[in-house]
């Protein structure tokens, strides 16, 4: 009689806790329903012009954008998007070296109460916003480089490299060093126990153990650099070419979205194809944060 | 007597280099940072008065204060928090207790995970498409907050969900075998035991919150309005916006205003980002376990 009446109870459980439960449920399921959300919604807003007028080989392979154009309006985004990679490539060729062997030395060398100071520090340097550095940008880092180097203007793709660089730093060192923590601490024992030297130890056995999450790490500073907006915008000085020298200035494929959505009348075919830009970033962020979460995770099944 | 030998003594001395390489290196990120917020202090310290935080930009926004972008800004973010935060929890409730190691539990991570890489102009065409658009609220800080939420999620979800996981299961297994369903466990042992964690990263995402841009670009955030937000309705002026307005839009506003916008701006987000990490440590010198 008593268990019956104990099991009785689990199964009619009150009302309100299975709402409860239900809501925690469906929280569960919000961020799919978000990702989902977020393609349909720029798919429906761009579909005029993916379904309608969309020309395959212009939109990925000429580099004329001249949405506002009188005579021949063309949406070419090759320009934008070698805008968009040389800005991105150029942070990273100064963000991966120095932001790895930062999270060498968090990781491995540092005292642990150095550790933490330097970790609250990344955390205070990855929370500037975007548009103070692109005013600094703007204020400091462009006098900055028309003075010594010479040049007509210094919103450039240096600029713009520069600033974006120090903005994915702290993503870099922060997933760098915890794939860095992820290497089993036997490992560096057995190291050292044959007599190797911490450098030894660095370069020969965690730099090929952490391997992927390092490069997850970099890939992720990629995928920062390449949607970051506002910075961009304000760093690259806004003119659409295909880039012969880090002094030339660039622009981006967000920052056509940004610079270009609030003049173009909604539901024109302008305002449809920046969706569709939209729609071309969305799908370039998905497909590095798939490739770093397979290599993190990847990892995480061979050790 | 041992004498190291020659190959000992260069590896040391490489060891010694290799350390000082790598220390320089990690200072070195830090060092611009530093040097802009003192040239931010430098520039646009003098400008700040009492006066330039409570009254409106005057004269083209060239001159005043800027008053209503700190109320905008606000607005902004309050409302953002009052409805992510109810959402990253549960979310962060239903992956610590209740998920099971199965695929929908693996795609749920993947979304958070690229949610929060999807690039925040991005975020701003879905808030335009969805929020303004077709749930017809029209560029008002309610849609703004909307975006801004979504695009917050993964920050609240992350910390809450970590602070969860902090709980030991020990608590949970002594409060199912007096008798408590999963739920009660929930609501009496594992919640008031992460409390401190979750604020913490409610603190975090206002900070994070408060300086974005773009995606409150095309939602409700106007370059200029004469009045103050009445309800979330209405438009209204942010801090984030003000900033790349009198920076690259407007034209002769003086240095010392868009410098002392500019301070203001990051001296919010600093203080909010130093609150977070104090509680944090706060907490956890308190920790029970």
């Known amino acids: ?303 | 007597m041992y004498a190291p030998n020659q190959q000992l003594i260069n590896k040391n001395i490489r060891e010694e280099r290799f350390k000082s390489i790598l220390s320089f290196l990690t200072v070195i990120i830090f060092f611009p940072a530093l040097m802009i917020i003192l040239w931010l202090l430098i520039k646009g310290g003098p400008a700040l008065s009492w006066e330039f935080i409570f009254s409106s930009p005057t004269k083209g926004m060239t001159a005043g204060g800027i008053f209503p972008a700190i109320v905008g800004t606000l607005w902004l973010v309050g409302l953002c928090v009052i409805i992510s935060c109810p959402l990253g929890v549960l979310a962060a409730i239903y992956l610590s207790e209740y998920a099971k190691d199965n695929h929908t539990t693996r795609i749920i991570r993947l979304c958070i995970l690229n949610l929060a890489g999807v690039p925040s102009i991005v975020h701003a065409l879905f808030g335009l498409g969805a929020f303004v658009l077709f749930l017809r609220m029209g560029t008002s800080i309610l849609a703004a907050s909307c975006t801004l939420a979504v695009m917050n999620l993964p920050v609240i979800i992350t910390s809450t969900l970590e602070s969860l996981q902090a709980v030991p299961r020990s608590f949970r297994e002594a409060s199912w075998s007096v008798g408590a369903s999963k739920l009660q466990t929930i609501r009496h042992i594992v919640l008031p035991n992460s409390i401190p964690g979750i604020l913490t990263g409610m603190v975090f995402a206002v900070s994070r919150a408060a300086g974005e841009t773009a995606a409150i670009l095309f939602t409700g955030v106007a370059f200029y309005l004469p009045f103050l937000p009445m309800n979330v309705f209405d438009q209204c002026m942010s801090l984030s916006m003000h900033l790349f307005t009198i920076s690259t839009q407007v034209v002769g506003v003086p240095d010392s205003y868009s410098y002392a916008t500019a301070l203001v701006l990051i001296s919010m987000v600093l203080v909010v980002n130093t609150l977070s990490v104090a509680m944090r440590w706060y907490f956890r010198s308190r920790r029970k376990w």
């Not at chain 1, 330097?118 to 550095?133: D, M, N």
């Not at chain 1, 490992?187 to 153990?209: C, F």
């Open chain 1, 1 to 303: 009689m008593e268990t019956q009446s104990i099991r009785s109870k689990r199964s009619v459980r009150p009302r309100s806790e299975r709402v409860i439960e239900g809501l925690i449920k469906a929280g569960g399921m919000s961020s799919i329903l978000f990702i989902a959300g977020i393609l349909l919604f720029i798919l429906k807003e761009s579909s005029g012009y993916i379904f309608g007028s969309f020309n395959f080989v212009e939109f990925f392979t000429s580099g004329e954008w001249n949405p506002a154009s009188v005579e021949k309006i063309e949406y070419g985004t090759l320009a934008l998007l070698a805008g968009t990679l040389s800005v991105t490539m150029l942070s990273m060729v100064f963000a991966v070296p120095i932001g790895l062997a930062c999270a060498f030395y968090i990781s491995e060398f540092c005292p642990p109460q150095l550790r933490e100071t330097y970790k609250i520090l990344i955390e205070f340097l990855a929370a500037i916003p975007s548009v103070v550095w692109g005013f600094i940008a703007v204020v400091i880092v462009n006098p900055l480089l028309i003075n010594s180097f010479g040049v007509a203007t210094g919103l450039n793709i240096l600029n713009a490299a520069l600033i974006l660089s120090l903005m994915s730093l702290p993503l870099i060192v922060s997933i760098g060093e915890d794939a860095l923590r992820a290497v089993p601490e036997s490992y560096r024992e057995a190291a050292e126990g044959l007599g190797a030297t911490k450098w030894e130890i660095a370069t020969r056995v965690l730099l090929p153990a952490a391997k992927n999450g390092l490069m997850a790490a970099a890939l992720l500073g990629v995928g920062r650099a390449l949607g970051e907006t506002m910075a961009v915008l304000m760093a690259t000085g806004h003119s659409i070419r295909f880039p012969s020298s880090v002094f030339d200035p660039v622009r981006t494929l967000t920052a056509t979205i940004a610079a270009e959505l609030g003049e173009s009348p909604k539901g024109g075919e302008h305002y449809q194809v920046l969706f569709a830009l939209g729609l071309y970033l969305f799908i370039l962020s998905f497909a590095i944060n798939i490739l770093a979460d397979w290599l993190v995770r990847g990892r995480g099944k061979k050790v």
